[in-house]
T-cell receptor, first 114, second 113 residues
Framework: GAVVSQHPSWVICKSGTSVKIECRSL??????MFWYRQFPKQSLMLMAT?????????EQGVEKDKFLINHASLTLSTLTVTSAHPEDSSFYIC??????????FGPGTRLTVT | AQTVTQSQPEMSVQEAETVTLSCTYD???????LFWYKQPPSRQMILVIR??????QNATENRFSVNFQKAAKSFSLKISDSQLGDAAMYFC??????????FGTGTRLQVTL
């Protein structure tokens, strides 16, 4: 099956710094990637949709200047949390969609902001 | 906006027994796919089963099957011969627009001996 990787799996950063999370589709080309956020014991909340070569589309309430998304190639999307604060601590999950319909999920990145 | 309702926050089933997880949704799409995902403690989202809305036949994947009622917008998951490894959070995901998924609040399934 299709594999999606995320790096890093766990990151701790200090308040005010920025952190980048990478999402890669390893064995297929993903025209569309999605970024989700998941708080403990809650469901996944879609943050943004990322299309290769174009600007990301953000969901209502998600600050696009804080969560910068870049989808520079068909296999890589990055999420940069800028000027991170403790309330940004969460579990971030990406998924990649193949040309059909199915989304394949990465293993997630745990972000802790101190 | 898409709405998804998983009315069972927690379910428990004995090993080897059968359990059904419910999901209802609302969508304006006419042709779509629906998915059930499981999220074990590792937090890796794993596709359990998918259903194509235009197909009348309910999808089946080994011990997992769905009861899809398109008119009622109901999409329940049946797990037969439950195993300890089935313990996880289960999320129903009907379609949103532009291929986006909208996840329900999830059902935590416990499997007991």
């Amino acid at each position: 099956g299709a594999v999606v990787s995320q790096h890093p799996s766990w990151v701790i950063c200090k308040s005010g710094t920025s952190v980048k999370i990478e999402c890669r589709s390893l064995d297929f080309q993903a025209t569309t990637m999605f970024w989700y956020r998941q708080f403990p014991k809650q469901s996944l909340m879609l943050m943004a949709t990322s299309n290769e070569g174009s600007k990301a589309t953000y969901e209502q309430g998600v600050e696009k200047d804080k969560f910068l998304i870049n989808h520079a190639s068909l296999t890589l999307s990055t999420l940069t949390v800028t000027s991170a604060h403790p309330e940004d601590s969460s579990f971030y999950i990406c998924s990649a969609k193949d040309r059909l319909y199915e989304q394949y999920f990465g293993p997630g990145t745990r972000l802790t902001v101190t | 906006a898409q709405t998804v309702t998983q009315s069972q926050p927690e379910m428990s089933v004995q090993e080897a027994e059968t359990v059904t997880l419910s999901c209802t949704y609302d969508t304006s799409e006419s042709d779509y796919y629906l998915f059930w995902y499981k999220q074990p403690p590792s937090r890796q989202m794993i596709l359990v089963i998918r259903q194509e809305a235009y197909k009348q036949q309910n999808a089946t994947e080994n011990r997992f099957s769905v009861n899809f009622q398109k008119a009622a917008k109901s999409f329940s998951l049946k797990i037969s011969d439950s195993q300890l490894g089935d313990a996880a959070m289960y999320f129903c995901a009907p379609p949103g627009t532009a291929s986006k998924l909208t996840f329900g609040t999830g059902t935590r399934l416990q499997v007991t001996l």
